[in-house]
């Protein structure tokens, strides 16, 4: 987009921006453009406004606006539409309808405006962008706003059967109206209902809003409240209109209107279209006594399209009548042409033409019909010459007598209407010719517009010069001689009118048309258009003929261009946040005064093209490229110009890494034609620039010392993580620890600190309670303490760190630099050891039957201060089955009692139930006293001890377990003998009755043995006779299960062989 200073000021402003760039650095405010919020969601054929305002300028107050569009097939592509400063700034599609008032731009104030586009088409669709050229000492701030502009259909119809319904006074009144859309977007209908008297303005009846309030007109306010009007819904499209007591004052002519709304994004809702019904014609018959003279007037009125027609064309004449009850009455209708009879209509509606006319109506060339009860028509096919002149109409109204005879009353007509018949003109032609096709700058040319036949001076005739501009595909007026003999210029090109001259021949109607100093501007088409005139009796003017030229094509050359640019090639590489310097160097010009635009791109390896950055026109406008609004650079840019003119410099300020690239500029070349327009005479790319932007040097360094510890449950462990070094000490760090643990596949969060200073903690699961004995703490810069409290066995395992360096970019935004893990530190968590020693003493007891007997459980040792203890004692009795015990060593074991950590009693077991009582004498040592002993109660008894302990989580654990020595218990009968105490005594029992046995048995073989040598030794002497040997048997032990009787100790004698 371009945009134009004047001349006059063009040094001036750049003197100022360069004063304020290099000398002062004065901060000015910033210009600011702000465009109603899109997408807006409007309709075809709708007439459209669109907001735009400048704040923050300097200068005069009165801002000028130009708006532009990019349209979705080509998004990139600027369209230029209008402006309030140039009227030859829209593009050619936009012309003729910037020049009829289609589009056009109101000035609400100095700084707002509104454009207007009051026919909206489908084309206009697209990203509609406001600007406005700055009045600024320097290029500031935003200068330019975009907003979205959607077409949609217009959907919306409304419908409604047009008829004529005669009504008495006090009837009721039934009016339908459909109304349908099939709009996407979401949107709100409102409907009404209006009644129009003639000419008067119309009233309205009931509404319904688009947010469904139902609300009376105000002279149905009253009749409203008291029921008498209604406005229903029936369906989805049907409304139902509904009056009762009908008034005379309701006659008239009763429509529908409804209008859809759609929110725009502010919030506001905007009628997109509005749209009527067909009218209802009601009439309203008062009682026989209400009836008045005014009831009986009869009105017409003859209506036609238009005054002037030409040989051919149709013509259609209404005649119209506005009576009450027109259906209950009988009117003839007559046809005049100049005084002249046409056609008739009697009462019977049967029409009567007369010869001529009849004639015509015969061939199908005229019609004269009723069309309803108050419309007749008179319609001629084909206009002659001959038609020309005045038409009427005349209404009579026909009364039926009492005989049934009908007689004439009041007749009525209008005002004549006339008509103009124009002859069509044959053999009407235009030529142009031209000597000098082609010229160059500064030289003169003549065009000639030949016209053929020759016309009589009384005959007016216009020709009006058309001119395209090259590269332009719409012509447009350049200079008119009008039929007056007046000279009219076009606005468009107001440059040719001080190097142009017009002369038109009056013997030959030719126009000339002389061009000196010509320029580009000058170079195209030219054709000329002629036109007939007449004038007609009422002073108005009909055209009869117009004759287009052939088109004649001017070139113009343009001057030699000198312009050179440096081609030099350099590279620069610089660290992030840096200035970027960029260079152009025009190294010779065609003219002193030329002026030069200067376009500045990048390319990119992924770029196919440059990319346009800052565009610096010939007038010294500043406009952002596609690449600066993408990339944010428009706040980093500064241009600056050289006093002598040749050198143009372009600083990216606070370089970032996505600035690197291939860097050239575009040098246009402008020269003033001879109109003091601008025009470009040659253009040139200079050499590239290579930049290389790079991220500071990763130069973080976390302590990688690796750490062994091995603590007991319930310490504390203090974690460091030190930062040795970092790439900027204005970089931000954020602190994450780990541990991994035997048996996980993967390391786990345990904390992070970030770079806010915010801590977070890990997954809650795996953290194993650890949040709340976590503590974090940063006694100095770089150094980074989390202390672990209350460890427990789970904590253990190995715990590094992970130092995250952030930087931040030169948009203010923190990015992630680099990344350091720390060594590593394992953590070994362990238990007490166990020194849990319970007292495996043995002891015996006796006591007597009834009496009691205690069975201490003594602990010598514990593991911990912290200890506590569940005893449980066990009665140990021998089970015989089948002759054998049924557990290891022939005893079942029997709980007695349980006392747990948590000094909760067991229950006691049925048959120790009410003879237990239990003691704790000191912290280790636990008496439990048996009541009420009896002879079942004689076994072994012992203690088992769990020492238990709390884990740092408050959870109590089992360390060890440990059984005291068995104490054996004998309860001796009160009535019993010694037999008796020495059963009831295992050892006594095995002592008296059992180890004797083996002693005297090994004796007695022993003494057998040797009397069996010293026999076996006299058998020799003694001969074959031998004596009988003594056999005795194994001795046998016999004794009472019951214990009743001792043991009886028999050997029986063997027998001699």
Not at 883 to 891: A, F, I, L, V
């Amino acid at each position: 987009m371009s945009f134009y200073l004047p001349y006059f000021t063009k040094m001036r402003c750049l003197l100022l921006e360069l004063t304020s760039l290099l000398l002062l650095g004065v901060a000015f405010a910033q210009r600011q453009v702000t465009v109603q919020e899109g997408p807006l969601y409007r309709t075809e054929n709708s007439h459209i406004t669109i907001w735009c305002k400048v704040s923050g300028y300097q200068g005069p107050s009165e801002q000028n606006f130009q708006w532009s569009i990019y349209l979705p097939s080509a998004p990139e592509r600027e369209v230029q539409i209008v402006s309030t400063m140039d009227q030859s700034f829209p593009y050619a599609i936009y012309t003729q309808r910037v020049r009829s008032g289609e589009i056009y731009v109101e000035k609400v104030q100095g700084d707002s405006a509104l454009l207007h586009i009051t026919e909206l088409q489908d084309r206009d669709a697209g990203e509609y962008e406001c600007h406005t050229p700055t009045t600024d000492e320097r290029y500031f701030g935003s200068y330019s706003a975009k907003m979205k502009l959607v077409v949609i259909p217009d959907s919306l119809r409304v419908t409604s059967e047009a008829q004529t319904l005669n009504k008495v006074q006090h009837d009721s009144l039934e009016l339908k109206c459909e109304i349908s859309k099939s709009t996407a977007q979401h949107s709100h209908i409102s409907i009404a209902w209006y009644r129009r008297k003639g000419d008067e303005p119309a009233v309205e009846v009931i509404s319904l809003s688009r947010d469904f309030v139902l609300r009376a007109g105000s002279d149905y306010t009253q009749r409203h409240a008291s029921g008498d009007i209604r406005l229903d819904k029936i369906g989805e499209t049907l409304s139902k209109l509904t009056i009762y007591n009908l008034q005379s004052s309701d006659g008239g002519e009763f429509y529908c209107e409804a209008a859809e709304w759609i929110q725009d994004p502010d919030g506001t809702w905007y009628a997109m279209t509005r749209k009527r019904s067909e009218g209802t014609m009601v009439y309203v018959e008062g009682t026989a006594s209400t009836h008045s003279s005014f009831d009986m007037d009869i009105n017409v009125r003859l209506e036609t399209e238009k005054r002037t027609y030409t040989v051919g064309e149709p013509v259609e004449f209404r005649c119209i009548l506005e009576v009450q009850n027109v259906a209950k009455r009988y009117f003839s209708v007559s046809w005049a042409f100049n005084s002249s009879l046409i056609a008739t209509f009697g009462a019977n509606a049967v029409p009567v033409l007369n010869n001529e006319f009849a004639q015509r109506e015969s061939l199908g060339q005229l019609k004269v019909a009723k069309e309803s009860d108050s419309v007749y028509i008179l319609k001629i096919y084909r206009l002659r010459l001959e038609d020309s002149g005045k038409y009427n109409c005349r209404v009579t109204e026909r009364l039926k007598t009492t005989t049934g005879e009908f007689i004439d009353g009041e007749s009525k007509r209008p005002k004549n209407t006339p008509i103009t018949v124009l002859p069509l003109n044959a053999g009407f032609a235009v030529t142009a010719i031209s000597r000098t096709p082609g010229v160059t700058y500064n030289e003169s040319f003549d065009l000639q517009c030949i016209i053929k036949p020759h016309y009589p001076s009384w005959v007016p005739v216009s020709v009006t010069w058309r001119f395209q501009p090259a590269g332009s595909t719409e012509f447009h007026d350049l200079v008119t001689f009008t039929r007056d003999g007046g000279v009219q210029w076009g606005d468009r090109y107001t440059g040719f009118r001080t190097r142009t001259a017009i002369e038109k021949s009056e013997s030959s109607n030719n126009v000339r048309l002389s061009i000196s100093r010509a320029s580009d501007t000058e170079a195209g088409k030219y054709q000329c258009v002629a036109e007939l005139w007449r004038k007609n009796y009422n002073s108005s003017w009909t055209r009869l003929a117009d004759r287009t030229s052939n088109l004649l094509e001017i070139r113009v050359l343009r001057p030699v261009t000198k312009l050179q640019v440096s081609k030099s090639k350099r590279s620069i590489t610089l660290v992030e946040n840096g200035p970027i310097p960029l260079n152009c160097s025009v190294k010779s010009q065609t003219s002193p005064d030329s002026h030069f635009a200067v376009l500045w791109y990048v390319h990119k390896l992924t770029d196919t093209d440059g990319r346009l950055i800052l565009k610096t026109t010939h007038s010294s406008v500043f406009e952002y490229g596609t690449y600066a609004e993408e990339e944010g650079l428009k706040g980093r840019l500064q241009f600056e110009r050289s006093l002598s003119g040749g050198l143009f410099s372009l600083t990216v300020q606070r370089a970032q890494v996505s600035d690197s690239g291939s860097y050239y500029c575009h040098v246009e070349e402008w020269l003033l034609n001879p109109n003091h327009a601008w025009y470009k005479l040659a253009e040139e790319v200079s050499g590239r620039t290579e930049v290389t932007v790079k991220l500071p040097d990763d130069l973080l360094e976390v302590n990688q010392s690796q750490k062994n510890l091995t603590i007991l449950e319930n310490e504390w462990v203090t974690l460091e993580c030190f930062v040795t070094n970092r790439s900027s000490h204005t970089s931000q760090l954020s602190v994450e620890w780990y541990v991994w643990k035997s048996g996980h596949p993967e390391k786990e969060a345990v904390a992070k600190l970030t770079r806010q200073g915010t801590l977070l903690y890990g997954d809650p699961a795996a953290l194993n309670d650890l949040k709340r004995r976590m503590r974090f703490e940063s006694p100095a810069p770089g150094l980074y303490l989390l202390t672990l409290q209350n460890m427990t066995a789970q904590d253990s395992g190995t715990y590094d760190c992970r130092v995250e360096e952030w930087l931040l970019d030169p948009t203010n935004k923190w990015y992630k630099r680099a990344a350091e893990l720390s060594g590593l530190t394992t953590i070994t968590v362990k238990q007490p050891d166990v020194a849990l020693q319970v007292d495996t003493t043995t002891a015996n007891i006796t006591v007597p039957e009834q009496g009691h007997f205690h069975l201490d459980c003594n602990i010598l040792s514990l593991s911990s201060r912290e200890s506590r203890f569940a005893v449980t004692w066990f009665s140990m009795k021998t089970k015989e089955r089948g002759g054998q015990t049924s557990r290891k060593n022939g005893e079942e074991r029997e709980t007695l009692l349980k006392v747990g950590q948590d000094s909760i009693f067991s229950r006691e077991a049925n048959s120790w139930e009410g003879r237990l009582r239990f003691q704790r004498l000191s912290a280790t040592l636990y008496r439990l006293t048996v009541l009420q002993a009896g002879a079942i109660d004689t076994g072994n008894y012992s203690c088992r001890v769990e020492e238990w302990l709390p884990n740092p989580r408050g959870m109590w654990y089992k360390l060890a377990e440990e059984d005291s020595g068995p104490t054996s218990v004998y309860v001796q009968d009160t009535g019993s003998s010694l037999q008796s105490v020495i059963c009831s005594n295992d050892s006594l029992f095995y002592f008296v009755f059992f180890y004797p046995f083996p002693i005297f048995g090994i004796l007695l073989i022993t003494i057998l043995l040797v009397r069996f040598k010293s026999r076996n030794s006299s058998k020799n002497s003694e001969g074959k006779n031998g004596a009988p040997l003594l056999w005795i048997k194994e001795p046998h032990l016999n004794y009472s299960p019951t214990c009743l009787e001792p043991p009886v100790l028999s050997i029986h004698p063997g027998t001699i062989d």
